[in-house]
DNA sequence: GTCTGCGCTTTTTTT
DNA sequence: AAGCGCAGAC
């Protein structure tokens, strides 16, 4: 729906952000306070005001939402060229983008993005070279290795005390641990590798460079950012930089819905900038337009944070309360979703306005086996996309050493999908390709079982480098790596699919570069393309992790696993920090549902969190639903629970099972 | 050096 | 349940 006439919609507070003059300014909006309206306004009102669109930023957490605001801002001022012009996107994305033009100041001969599975490779592969790899070492797995690395270069905290605080069990292995992300550092820079908080610091530098920085800072006269309570300190030495006396920048955020702390994101920095640039506005947005006040009883009870917003609904009648659903299990928490699911669609409500979130990927996986069962068609948002998955990986190696000989990972990654090539040759192989050696010395130099492939494989990728033609240079990759696969993956079948459809996208694209650079970025951006996401006139639930969900909204929310040990996660509360982020959390949980909402705390759950055994613990409903919190809500008991009362459903059941003599089939061998 | 099968540890969230 | 390292066979 296109909104025709903005202004007529925006409360006084909302209008006084869309025209604020002068210096900084910083919107504080609670949850479903029209913030993105309120963005979407003020492009559309500078638009109008003959700001040209390439002169205005737009910073947003992800695509997803920089592709709304930039297409209602388009509909808003009649201009529909805004879309192209105007800059928008994520940090990671504009950075990128920038990056890619500065190469030659930053003597980059071309632009690789190493994706989080490229990081665990490389630290891997240096752990090798160096002898560590050993369990007499047993140092933290390379995935641990790249979070310590990532929050150090985030927050600018030293490594050894980034240990100290979040990662206790690595300070035995401090001095080794520090020695390896010192290789990394060293090797990803000379072979020109980014990762992605290189990003961000290779535009923090052009930035701050007296030259490129005036240029850079010349080229955009408005800067709005997104969510500035999850930015993290060198986004916000990119904000200051891009204005530094605050002149042309606004700010949306709201403190208590701070949830990447662990990526060194903190509040702080949305309390902090209004110190920081004492002529700044202060809009403060509390007029509620999502949600009915029943629900919003319940998250002001809930809502932490120091800016005490306090929200008040806008809409007339009342609604449901939230209800607490008592489960006995996990099992039980997934039929009883998919029952009132379902019943809300035999009411109408189709089951794209309705979601189901939850604090873990994992914690879902029961109800995907129910609703497969059940034919609900739902898609699962935050969980691992199959871009990430390791064939579709392997075929953009392919595409990276094409286009960059330099990129040792991905060489390393394609040399050991061949036959007879493992860790050693692929080390020694990729280091002689990334030099630069001649093919055929190198096809010599490997074992001799591995020798035709290898030379078939160097062959094709020669092949498309020489071409700069995306569609024929895909071709000869997608040639190059699916025999190969077809050998290594024992489910190659199931996989074929992925690899054609990633080939098939890629051939069409006008610059090959440009996507494997968004499909590293932003998977989710680039998904939708080929077919694997449901296609939008289709009915399907949406399954969210809380993180994905957050600035959207749904008529109806299903909150899974409101258990102590879930939400709070019970990695989270080794520090006070970390549980107030899962209140937040829970918080913005709540904050999602427009018309009902029901949270639901299984009383029984498996002992290790991805098995489905039948072992199970007893759970205590979480501490977030206090007393005060459970006054505003309704309580009721699930189907499993109210017909079970005593026993336990798995000791009866065994019991009762009668048992069935299984033939032995002996005589078939003799 | 590589491959296969077995026993061992897993800690979550995303650009 | 799955992914990783290790031991042993080739």
């Given at each position: 729906m296109i909104d025709t006439d903005a202004a007529a919609d925006l409360d006084d507070a909302q209008r006084e952000a869309v025209e604020h003059h002068g210096g900084a300014l910083v919107v504080a909006a609670g949850a479903g306070t029209g913030k993105t309206r309120t963005l979407t306004a003020r492009v559309a009102r500078l638009v109008d005001s003959g700001v040209a669109p390439e002169q205005i930023l737009l910073l947003t957490f992800t695509r997803r939402v920089a592709a709304a605001m930039t297409s209602r801002a388009a509909a808003l001022c009649e201009n529909p060229s805004v879309t192209q012009r105007m800059w928008s996107g994520t940090f990671h994305a504009v950075a990128?983008?920038?990056?890619?033009?500065?190469t030659q100041h930053l003597g980059l001969e071309?632009?690789?993005?190493?994706?989080?599975?490229?990081?665990?490779?490389?630290?891997?592969?240096?752990?090798e070279e160096r002898g560590l790899s050993g369990t007499e070492h047993r140092l933290p797995t390379s995935q641990t290795l790249a979070d310590i690395c990532s929050r150090a270069v985030n927050t600018g905290v030293p490594t050894r005390q980034v240990m100290a605080e979040q990662f206790p069990w690595c300070l035995d292995h401090a001095d080794r641990i520090n020695d390896l992300l010192k290789a990394y550092v060293a090797r990803k820079r000379a072979r020109g590798l980014l990762d992605f908080d290189d990003l961000l610091i290779y535009w923090r530098a052009l930035l701050a460079d007296p030259i490129v920085g005036d240029r850079l800072r010349a080229r955009w006269d408005w800067v709005l950012v997104d969510e500035y309570q999850d930015v993290n300190q060198i986004q916000v030495d990119i904000v200051r930089l891009l204005r530094p006396d605050g002149e042309g920048l606004t700010v949306v955020g709201d403190d208590a819905q701070a949830v990447y702390g662990f990526r060194g994101a903190t509040s702080e920095h949305l309390l902090r900038l209004r110190e920081d640039l004492p002529g700044s506005t202060l809009v403060r947005l509390e007029r509620n337009f999502r949600s009915s006040q029943q629900i919003l009883d319940l998250a002001n009870v809930v809502r932490p944070g120091a800016?005490?917003?306090?929200?008040?609904?806008?809409?007339?009648?009342?609604?449901?309360?939230?209800v607490h659903v008592q489960c006995a299990n996990s099992d039980d928490e997934a039929r009883e979703v998919a029952d009132a699911v379902l019943a809300a669609h035999q009411e109408g409500l189709d089951l794209r306005d309705q979601a189901v979130l939850f604090r873990t990927g994992t914690h879902s996986n029961q109800?995907?086996?129910?609703?497969?069962?059940?034919?609900?068609?739902?898609?699962?948002y935050g969980g691992i996309g199959y871009l990430e998955t390791a064939h579709v990986r392997d075929l953009i190696a392919a595409f990276r050493v094409s286009l960059n000989p330099?990129?040792?990972?991905?060489?390393?990654?394609?040399?050991?999908?061949?036959?007879?090539?493992g860790k050693v040759s692929a080390r020694t192989l990729s280091a002689r390709l990334v030099e630069g050696a001649d093919h055929h010395d190198v096809v010599?130099?490997?074992?001799?079982?591995?020798?035709?492939?290898?030379?078939?494989?160097?062959?094709?990728i020669r092949t498309a480098s020489s071409t700069r033609v995306p569609a024929l240079m895909v071709e000869a990759c997608q040639q190059a790596v699916e025999p190969l696969l077809r050998q290594h993956y024992v489910d190659w079948s199931r996989r074929a699919a992925d690899v054609e459809g990633?080939?098939?996208?890629?051939?069409?694209?006008?610059?090959?570069?440009?996507?494997?650079?968004?499909?590293?970025?932003?998977?989710?951006?680039?998904?939708?393309?080929?077919?694997?996401?449901?296609?939008?006139?289709?009915?399907?639930?949406?399954?969210?992790?809380?993180?994905?969900?957050?600035?959207?909204?749904?008529?109806?929310?299903?909150?899974?696993?409101?258990?102590d040990g879930a939400m709070p996660s019970d990695m989270a509360l080794t520090s006070k920090e970390g549980l107030e982020e899962e209140q937040r959390l829970f918080y913005v949980a709540t904050t999602r549902a427009r018309d009902t909402l029901r949270i639901y705390s299984p009383m029984r759950l498996p002992v290790h969190p991805t098995s489905m055994s039948s072992r199970h613990v007893l759970a205590k409903p979480s501490r977030f639903l206090?007393?005060?919190?459970?006054?505003?809500?309704d309580a009721v008991a699930s189907a499993g629970v109210l017909a079970q009362p005593v026993a336990s459903g798995a000791a009866a059941s065994k019991q009762a099972a009668p048992m069935i003599a299984v033939p032995d089939l002996g005589d078939l061998f003799g």
């Open positions: 990128h983008r920038i990056v890619a033009e500065h071309d632009v690789t993005v190493l994706d989080p599975g490229d990081v665990t490779d490389l630290l891997d592969l240096l752990r800016l005490r917003l306090d929200l008040s609904a806008d809409r007339g009648g009342c609604g449901p309360r939230p109800l995907e086996i129910e609703l497969r069962v059940r034919g609900i068609p739902f898609h699962k330099g990129d040792e990972i991905s060489w390393y990654r394609l040399l050991t999908r061949h036959r007879a090539l010599s130099e490997a074992p001799a079982k591995a020798r035709t492939a290898l030379a078939r494989t160097l062959e094709l990633v080939a098939q996208a890629a051939s069409r694209q006008r610059d090959l570069r440009s996507f494997i650079a968004e499909a590293t970025i932003d998977p989710t951006s680039v998904a939708g393309d080929w077919g694997k996401k449901p296609h939008l006139d289709e009915d399907y639930l949406v399954l969210s992790t809380i993180h994905s969900a957050k600035g959207l909204e749904w008529s109806a929310v299903h909150l899974l696993r409101a258990t206090t007393a005060p919190a459970l006054r505003t809500m």
